[in-house]
């Protein structure tokens, strides 16, 4: 898919996924961050998933999505959690079950 439709007001809005931060899910609702914008979808996490390039995109958490190019640090917060900081400066946490793959994709060695 080469952009992603959110509705706003009474328009669609089409955001190219290389522009989107993370999605993260909360209050029953999923927001894509684009840089300092935010913008509420009518997608579940599972489905952007899907519609999200596999190699650019990872769920970090069961809440949260991230685009790996916007990754700019991993930061550990001790006992083996951690947080990733974006290129916004938003910080998102790194479910333990998922830190491995997060690590893989990133390139980090074990």
């Known amino acids: 898919m080469k952009r992603?439709?959110?509705r706003?007001?009474?328009s669609v809005?089409?955001?190219?996924p290389e522009d989107i931060y993370s999605a993260t899910s909360r209050d029953k609702r999923?927001?894509?961050r684009t840089g300092s914008r935010e913008h509420r979808t009518c997608y579940t996490l599972k489905e952007l998933e899907c519609m999200l390039p596999e190699d650019q995109f990872?769920?970090?958490h069961e809440s949260a999505i991230v685009n790996l190019d916007r990754v700019e640090?991993?930061?550990l917060l001790g006992d083996?959690?951690?947080v990733v900081r974006l290129s916004n400066s938003d910080q998102i946490p790194v479910g333990r079950t998922r830190y491995s793959e997060l690590q893989r994709k990133l390139g980090i060695p074990h």
């Open 13 to 16: 809005y089409l955001v190219r």
């Open 58 to 60: 990872a769920r970090i």
């Open 80 to 82: 083996q959690s951690y």
């Open 4 to 6: 992603i439709p959110v």
């Open 30 to 32: 999923v927001y894509l």
């Open 8 to 10: 706003e007001d009474y």
């Open 73 to 75: 640090e991993l930061i």
